[in-house]
């Protein structure tokens, strides 16, 4: 009997994809003991957009936070979600503040790494993946699904060559936008299993209806473990719900190690959370039902809550429709990369810039400016040559890696905060989020002041 592993995202993905990330620690502490004697494999609990979110909106230290929920989990790894060379932000950081933050996840509680890079640039989570390796903790390396033209099985088998070459204890194929179908599931985990001798897991989000049946078939195919949220805080744009996959993997003749008690009990207490954030509208009707139409916009769930979140503060919700329908143009334009944070982002509000101004590119973002210069790596595929030269305005492209080019932050930075903070987890909370962290630390430490941030602290490019 072959056993499924889980991982449990209600308290990371399964709300960032329904309520914003807006689930603060005092609102699931009191599940935490329970949770841990469910049987998961994994509890994500950290990275993603939770560090942000935390200092930004719920006045929590994302660092106390991990702390907190290690000193209750005892039995069930600790996962997090890292962004590569972006570690948890929307940018490129040096090759020391990635290799300090890894070291200080893992030692404030963080037993497995899931790493990726938006574009599927392998150069862009080779540091990240061995400090993982040099910390003790379990490296796993990811493949960010996505469909184009230039998407296809060979691609994304020499992308898991490289990653079990690079050391990674276990692949996950990280369908972001719930556009995996079924049998193309099984295909595809039937050929990465066939290359690859490390375990393989599947993450899919429910926006298209799709995920369930996907993570059969893969499992069909041979998949090791999938991620799924509580049913309260699942399907929509979240993940598929525990309970029904567990029951429908148990009547098939799989084993999950779950139990279906502690699950319900799980459940239990998270509905009447859910009825709050619907009550308060922070969890909108549109992202708890299956909207198959965005297969034709490819728009990931958490890309899609904050697209309407963008909308609605510029009393422009009506023009939803447009922006899905512009998000795979300008995904087009920028040579299609995969949508997932930070390229979502990039993708999504320039599509919103192109709708509202009523002229496509009459404003380009600094963002596309930094993608087309190469900053967040290589392009995966050809680029509109008119909107490219349009945003760079002559500059000449990076060769090489963008990290490369920067300076090391870290210690540079820790000289400058040394009379404000002795914490490196502060050093490297400012470093990430420099403008929202500066209040936040002061108030933390109940100082007065704060000093403006040294040139030395800020990126800058070498020569």
Request: proline share 5%; charged share 25%.
């Amino acid at each position: 009997m072959r056993k499924i592993n889980f991982t449990e995202t209600v308290l990371r993905d399964g709300n960032q994809s329904l309520i914003a990330t807006r689930l603060a620690f005092e609102q699931f502490a009191p599940i935490l003991e329970e949770l841990d004697k469910v049987g998961y494999y994994s509890l994500e609990c950290w990275g993603g957009a939770t560090f942000d979110t935390c200092i930004r909106y719920l006045n929590e230290d994302p660092w106390d936070r991990l702390r907190k929920i290690k000193a209750i989990v005892k039995k069930t790894p600790l996962q997090m979600l890292l962004r590569g060379q972006n570690v948890l932000g929307y940018k490129h950081y040096p090759d020391d503040v990635v290799r300090n933050f890894v070291k200080a996840a893992v030692a404030n509680g963080i037993d497995i790494l899931r790493v990726f890079d938006a574009l599927n640039d392998l150069n862009n989570i080779q540091v990240a993946m061995d400090e993982v390796k040099k910390q003790g903790a379990h490296a796993q390396g990811t493949i960010v699904y996505t469909v184009s033209p230039i998407h296809d099985v060979k691609n994304y088998r020499n992308l898991a060559k490289q990653l079990e070459e690079m050391g990674a204890d276990s692949i996950c194929l990280k369908d972001m936008a719930g556009l995996l179908m079924p049998q193309v599931a099984f295909d595809l985990i039937k050929d990465l299993k066939q290359t690859v001798k490390i375990p393989i897991f599947l993450h899919a989000h429910c926006n298209n209806g799709l995920a369930e049946m996907a993570y059969f078939k893969a499992i069909e195919a041979g998949v090791d473990g999938i991620d799924c949220a509580i049913s309260s805080f699942s399907s929509g744009s979240s993940q598929p719900p525990t309970e029904t996959m567990h029951f429908a993997l148990e009547d098939a003749g799989y084993t999950t190690g779950l139990d279906a008690v502690k699950l319900k009990t799980v459940n239990d207490f998270f509905k009447p959370l859910r009825e709050e954030f619907i009550s308060s509208g922070l969890l909108d009707s549109q992202l708890l039902t299956p909207q198959p139409g965005s297969l034709l916009y490819q728009v990931p769930g958490g890309m899609l809550s904050n697209l309407i979140s963008q909308l609605k503060d510029r009393n422009a919700l009506d023009k939803l429709e447009a922006v899905l329908s512009e998000v795979p143009q300008v995904r087009k334009d920028l040579g299609y990369p995969p949508l997932v944070t930070p390229t979502s982002q990039i993708v999504g509000v320039q599509a919103v810039f192109n709708v509202l101004t009523g002229e496509r590119y009459k404003v380009v973002i600094k963002e596309v400016i930094n993608y087309f210069m190469g900053e967040y790596g290589k392009v995966p595929g050809p680029i509109n040559e008119e909107v490219s030269k349009k945003a760079l305005r002559k500059k000449q492209p990076l060769a090489g890696r963008y990290a490369d080019t920067l300076e090391p932050a870290f210690e540079k930075a820790k000289e400058q905060l040394k009379d404000i903070t002795s914490s490196d987890e502060d050093v490297l909370t400012y470093l990430l989020f420099p403008q929202i962290a500066e209040e936040f630390i002061k108030k933390k430490n109940g100082m007065d002041s704060f000093p403006p941030a040294s040139e030395t602290v800020s990126q800058r490019r070498i020569g």
